[in-house]
């Protein structure tokens, strides 16, 4: 803040912690800019490129082109495109790629995404959801950031769950390990859920 103060004189420092500015763009990762972007993709979709956004879910797009039904998912700043004949997948992200510029693609039948690997089954019609990779890299960067070593367990309810701690084991941990181990928790527990 001070550094701010001395940069541009005419701000103001009166010893608060905090200050505000105001962008005159969008940053990535604010609000406003997640949904300037939705908005400017809706159009795109709508507009541009002729799709009818579905009644019930306002973050799915279809199109028919010759009878053959393309679809748009939309996740974030993510897309997911599906048709029937990949032609179709392949000129939706020509068209995009005319619009926005050079953007990121993945094509084929398994893709790594939020740490997902989600494989696609045509023969059986499935999908299946692995969060394999994703949890190991958890646990090792852990174990590395902690020096700390992680049992798995089947349940957690272990034996020990209703055995209270004597005061020198619940301080054993220094408090960015503390941390650590409480937010490698969390995640896993999310990825459990």
Same mark, same amino acid.
């Given at each position: @803040?001070?550094? @701010?103060?001395?940069?541009?004189?005419?701000?103001?420092?009166?010893?608060?912690?905090?200050?505000?500015?105001?962008?005159?763009?969008?940053?990535?990762?604010?609000?406003?800019?997640?949904?300037?972007?939705?908005?400017?993709? !809706?159009?795109?979709?709508?507009?541009?490129? !002729?799709? @009818?956004?579905?009644?019930?879910?306002?973050?799915?797009?279809?199109?028919?082109?010759?009878?053959?039904?393309?679809?748009?998912?939309?996740?974030?700043?993510?897309?997911?495109?599906? /048709?029937?004949?990949?032609?179709?997948?392949?000129?939706?992200? $020509?068209?995009?790629?005319?619009?926005?510029?050079?953007?990121?693609?993945?094509?084929?039948?398994?893709?790594?995404?939020?740490?997902?690997?989600?494989?696609?089954?045509?023969?059986?019609?499935?999908? /299946?959801?692995?969060?394999?990779?994703?949890?190991?890299?958890?646990?090792?960067?852990?174990?590395?950031?902690?020096?700390?070593?992680?049992?798995?367990?089947?349940?957690?309810?272990?034996? !020990?769950?209703?055995?209270?701690?004597?005061? $020198?084991?619940?301080? @054993?941990?220094?408090?960015?390990?503390?941390?650590?181990?409480?937010?490698?928790?969390?995640?896993?527990?999310?990825?459990?859920?």
């Amino acid at each position: @803040m001070h550094l @701010m103060c001395e940069i541009n004189p005419d701000l103001k420092n009166d010893d608060q912690p905090i200050m505000y500015f105001r962008c005159k763009k969008a940053l990535y990762g604010h609000i406003k800019a997640a949904r300037l972007f939705y908005d400017d993709l !809706n159009f795109t979709l709508k507009e541009r490129l !002729n799709f @009818m956004q579905n009644r019930y879910d306002p973050f799915t797009y279809n199109r028919s082109d010759r009878g053959e039904k393309t679809t748009v998912r939309v996740h974030i700043d993510h897309l997911k495109i599906s /048709s029937v004949p990949k032609q179709r997948v392949l000129e939706v992200i $020509s068209q995009l790629k005319e619009v926005y510029g050079e953007i990121t693609e993945y094509l084929g039948v398994e893709h790594d995404y939020l740490g997902m690997v989600l494989s696609y089954h045509r023969e059986y019609r499935q999908i /299946s959801l692995n969060m394999g990779k994703y949890i190991h890299a958890l646990i090792e960067a852990f174990e590395r950031d902690t020096s700390m070593k992680v049992n798995f367990f089947l349940t957690l309810a272990t034996s !020990n769950l209703f055995q209270t701690r004597i005061d $020198s084991e619940r301080d @054993m941990l220094k408090s960015d390990q503390k941390s650590q181990s409480h937010s490698t928790v969390v995640k896993l527990l999310f990825v459990v859920k």
